[in-house]
T-cell receptor
Framework: DAKTTQPPSMDCAEGRAANLPCNHSTISGNEYVYWYRQIHSQGPQYIIH???NNETNEMASLIITEDRKSSTLILPHATLRDTAVYYCIERTSYDKVIFGPGTSLSVIP | DGGITQSPKYLFRKEGQNVTLSCEQN?????MYWYRQDPGQGLRLIYYSQIVNDFQKGDIAEGYSVSREKKESFPLTVTSAQKNPTAFYLC????????????FGSGTRLTVV
């Protein structure tokens, strides 16, 4: 089973910030949190990852709580092209990664 | 450009036939993975390999086989023993270190006719 939990679906108005939550309450100290997204019938695309600190890149921001038990992916100005399934996963070295069902984000015009 | 290539993009198979899906990467990644995705579902792990000539079963390995003779290649064979093979198949690769993420191929859509 996946080690993370996410809401199955969310809506966001175009131009607004999309905040996608993820619970990873059993995360260990050496596991990174990764976010990917998958547009229909394509391979998942890397978005961002982090260990303890908040991270930002050209696509998104990642906010990790101080206890590391949850995180939020923020798409600051959602566009219709951000409509996709978003996966939050934990990554440790030398281990397989289990993907859960993710969050289906719909950006509404 | 470095990347991971899956071929073919679409594949049709008659019931009872084995079929092999190709996955090649030129990223020098040690680990490679095969996932299966059914409509509206997440990714389920079939097999993974962290080093040449070694691989492990994932959660749904029955009816599938793999080989890892070269670092760059990780082909997946869907055998006739797989009862419901119609699905979208994704290959991924990564360094084994946790600080690096996965790179995915564009997928192969297999349909049994």
């Amino acid at each position: 089973d996946a080690k993370t939990t996410q809401p199955p679906s969310m809506d966001c108005a175009e131009g607004r910030a999309a905040n996608l939550p993820c619970n990873h309450s059993t995360i260990s100290g050496n596991e990174y949190v990764y976010w990917y997204r998958q547009i229909h019938s394509q391979g998942p695309q890397y978005i961002i990852h982090g260990l303890k600190n908040n991270e930002t890149n050209e696509m998104a921001s990642l906010i990790i709580t101080e206890d590391r038990k949850s995180s939020t992916l923020i798409l600051p100005h959602a566009t219709l092209r951000d409509t996709a399934v978003y996966y939050c996963i934990e990554r440790t070295s030398y281990d397989k990664v289990i993907f859960g069902p993710g969050t289906s984000l719909s950006v509404i015009p | 450009d470095g990347g991971i290539t899956q071929s073919p993009k679409y594949l049709f198979r008659k019931e009872g036939q084995n079929v092999t899906l190709s996955c090649e990467q030129n990223l020098n990644h040690d680990a490679m993975y095969w996932y299966r995705q059914d409509p509206g579902q997440g990714l389920r792990l079939i097999y993974y390999s962290q080093i040449v000539n070694d691989f492990q079963k994932g959660d749904i390995a029955e009816g599938y086989s793999v080989s890892r003779e070269k670092k760059e290649s990780f082909p997946l064979t869907v055998t006739s023993a797989q009862k419901n093979p119609t699905a979208f198949y994704l290959c991924a690769s990564s360094p084994v270190d946790r600080v690096y993420g996965y790179t995915f191929g564009s997928g192969t859509r297999l349909t049994v006719v």
